[in-house]
């Protein structure tokens, strides 16, 4: 996705390539458990795919997984975790960061002889939708596994590589509270980057509390005014209100808002202190 700056500046999420395997370091020092060869088994979406992982390295990033499989509960008495909610992708990233203390959503994209560039980008698009997809699933899983460094790591990706992951927003805001780092980094960046147009392409029937949050960041972050009308023409949409629309204001896409470089503000808020 190409995220536009009001006054016309543009940047671009990166597509997946070879600079798209880049580790990013955890906010926090990576540390590993002792050696420790015994097994426990994930069970993942609903068709229960098997997952094999050390013990050892589980229980010592997850206090819920540690007291999971050191209990007299199901958990423990067979060394089997479900995660029916959880995808296979996703949970890939978390066996990634237990391990490495990092993690890769966007691999090299392999080359498929005779392909064309078309069917090429349609490849790229599709693996960084997915990439995109688990690296919230993963978030969402961390904070069920109380796992703030693993939640600020992804924080980190999402941010270095200016993602915006808009076809994530129903599942985000099913799956995280008021005020959550994910919310607050959604809200912000739609808020920040997203012109008119944009907005009004966004489906009516996404949570009221999106359009509440991103109406609220209206007076904080860079967006043109068109993007403030179309903002509130959904939030008063899904409220069951009526409003004409304001055609001729969200043509004139010359008129802006005093650009404001807020990240370094937007950091404090989405970061799991």
Known sequence: ???????????????????????????????????????????????????????????????????????DLIEGQTQTYRLPEVSPG??????????????????????????????????????????????????????????????????????????LPTHCISYIYENTSVNSGLRIYLSSQVACFLLPKDIQRLPDDLPVQFWKDISSAHGHYIRSIGAGIWIDLKLLKVEEKVMEPLEEKLEDQKTFRKEVDRQGEIADEIWIM
Do not use: C
């Open 1 to 71: 996705m190409t995220l536009t700056r009001a006054g016309g500046d543009t940047t671009t999420a990166q597509s997946p390539s070879s600079s798209s395997t880049t580790s990013y370091s955890p906010r926090t020092k990576h540390k590993q458990p002792a050696p420790n060869f015994s097994l426990v088994t994930f069970l993942v979406d609903p068709e229960g795919k098997e997952f094999k992982v050390h013990r050892e390295f589980a229980v010592y990033h997850s206090p819920v997984l540690s007291a999971a499989f050191n209990s």
């Open 90 to 163: 996703a949970f890939t990233l978390f066996v990634q960061f237990i391990y490495r203390g990092n993690v890769i959503a966007f691999p090299i994209l392999p080359k498929i002889d005779g392909e064309t560039e078309s069917e090429i980008k349609r490849r790229r698009d599709d693996l960084r939708i997915s990439g995109e997809r688990n690296l919230v699933e993963l978030w969402v899983l961390a904070e069920k596994l109380l796992m703030p460094p693993l939640q600020n790591h992804v924080m980190d990706v999402l941010v270095h590589k200016k993602l």
